[in-house]
């Protein structure tokens, strides 16, 4: 069974920092393509960042362009989720979700597309 397993959230003060991690058993992240979601309560899950099975490719929102970066390390088998100068509009559960079949560019932010899901990590920003 593969699991995804995300890490690294906390509570923050609004302008800082904090990265976010997913790692993966029984799975190698390199040969999917990988995408950082986040729900906010009473709100749908949205897509924040996806990176490509080769990693030569990242997608943003345009609410966390320029403060949020995705990278890949896959010595580590992990994904990255670097998130600064945050603001409390950022407050929600994050989620990693891997995708190997059905994704593409234009599509990277559909939840449907993704075949494995973490169980998500809260962030939460104060103000």
């Known amino acids: 069974q593969v699991q995804l397993v995300e890490s690294g959230g906390g509570l923050v003060q609004s302008g800082g920092s904090l990265r976010l991690s997913c790692t993966a058993s029984?799975?190698?992240?390199?040969?999917?393509?990988i995408t950082w979601f986040r729900q906010a309560p009473g709100k749908e899950r949205e897509g924040v960042s996806s990176?490509?099975?080769?990693?030569?490719?990242?997608y943003y929102a345009d609410s966390v362009k320029g403060r949020f970066a995705i990278s890949r390390d896959n010595a580590a088998n992990t994904i990255y989720l670097q998130m600064d100068n945050l603001t409390p509009e950022d407050t929600a559960v994050y989620y990693c979700?891997?995708?190997?079949?059905?994704?593409?560019?234009?599509?990277?932010?559909?939840?449907?597309?993704?075949?494995?899901w973490g169980q998500g990590t809260q962030v939460t920003v104060s103000s």
């Open positions: 029984r799975f190698t992240l390199d040969a999917a393509a």
């Open positions: 979700a891997s995708a190997t079949t059905w994704w593409f560019p234009s599509v990277w932010s559909e939840v449907n597309v993704y075949d494995y």
């Open positions: 990176i490509s099975s080769g990693g030569d490719k990242t």
